[in-house]
């Protein structure tokens, strides 16, 4: 190789008594002459210079190869087959070994064949465990040519190491055995040289990152709270209590555990978490919008817009498109609060376990009063789970106070949230074993959020379909007996989803 040249000719010139300076001139001008002859293989950077760093994790660096020459390399690392009399159809005589001067960094691809001109690239990726201080490491790249010549180029790896690493704890802040544990862990920390990462599960973006964590590590856990000791995952107290001997067998992470896809860790959330099924939550929305409950206050207050107060069409649309609205965006907060609510006594196992018990006989006892509901009204009586006429007459009262200082848009919008929060006292029978259904199926807060939009969009579906129906002509008293007659069907439709959800709550109780 013309490197090896290059150096061949500098050593005579040594030997043959030329000073220093004289040498020096001779083979800069060779170089000025003859660039071609030097630069047979380049780099896109002769070194890396990581800074300061810690132990958490491993890091990489891509590093290009470029041929320059006229004929085809080939990229080796030490151990591979044979150097000079390789032979394949992108292989000529000219190749290339690398070498790393250190167990901690790790050279990929083991080959990489390059044609004249062409450039590849290789991965290099250090491993700080075991390491402090300031440390200087190489990667040896060897050229060798067919007749023997070789040639290398030190590439050097440079960095000052503080002996800490970062540790992870997903936790929520309404868990009293999370307080514990970080209070233990807090007391680990002088003994051991780590930060804890403190992550609230409440973040989406910290329960996305520990579910690509979970990924990449090829390890599933379902309970609360987590850590993430290096390539350690540890869930729930139990494990947790054995942390010392994870933080004394640390591992640093992959470069992979700091870059991650929050798209593709949805994803993965969905697929992983999500045992969320939204059709019960759909069907139970429907079941609970066709409701006599639901569908009273809207008969009642277009009836009052246009007979009594004689509001025109327009006007009447307006309202009735701002009260639907009012019902489903207030609908959806209560259930924002009730979620967070659930959410909150079932993160402690005791409480959570009381709380799915109660839950389901509650749910069941809803049940059998909705099927004693239908066979009483069937017969001419009047159902037990309903609003009571006391609190209809207040609501109804509000209502036309609050019309009677206006009917545009935002007013209707207001008298819709004052009904539903009215009406949840005989909805919201459904609305909370709904809630609780979802916290059990998914511990991924965007999804349960979705779930109750989702709900609070089809609860407000059949009401707007009773607008629609009274506006276009059919009198109160046409929609009140349509009602009435299907008042046994929506009960028994409420007696199979509680009975349907109170299994499922004591089942999971149960686990």
Known sequence: MYIKRLKNIFSRLIVNKLSRKASLAVTAVFVLL????????????????MGKINLTRQLEKKVTVYNDSSESLTVKERGSKSLGNHKDNNV???????????DCISVSPQTLSLMSGASGTFRIVFTPDGEKGSIRHSVYFETAEANGDE???????????DPV?????????????????IKELDKLGKKYPFHLKKLLLSDSGNFEFLAHLEKLYGVKK????????????????????????????????PPEAAFFNPAAARQDILD??????????AAAALIDGINPCAFAGIIFLVSYLSFVMKKPKKEVVIFGAGYCGGV???????????????RHLVFIKIMGRVFYFLMAAATAALGVWSLRDAIIFRRGGEPALKVPDAMRARMRDISSKMLGKGTSFFYAFLIGGVVSSFELVCTGQIYLPTISYVVSATSYRPAAVLALFLYAVLFTMPLL?????????LSSVQMITFLKKHVVAAKLLNAVLFGAFAVYLFLYAMK
């Open 34 to 49: 003859f660039p071609s002859f030097v630069s047979a293989i380049r780099f896109d950077s002769t070194s890396w210079d």
């Open 328 to 342: 489903g965006v207030f609908y959806f907060l209560f259930g924002l609060g009730l979620l967070e609510i659930v």
């Open 222 to 253: 379902n309970k609360f709270p987590v850590l993430v000791i290096g390539r350690s995952i540890l869930s729930g107290a139990e494990e947790i209590s054995g942390a010392e001997n994870a933080i004394l067998s640390f591992k640093s992470e």
């Open 151 to 161: 040639e290398f180029i030190n590439y050097i790896l440079s960095a000052a190491i």
């Open 465 to 473: 379909a009773v607008f629609i129906f009274v506006f276009t002509g």
């Open 272 to 281: 992983d978490y999500g045992k969320l099924k939204f059709l019960p939550v």
């Open 92 to 102: 000529g005589a000219l190749s290339v070994l690398a070498r790393a001067s250190c």
């Open 165 to 181: 690493f970062d540790i992870y704890l997903f936790y929520d802040d309404n868990c009293a055995k999370c307080a514990v544990i």
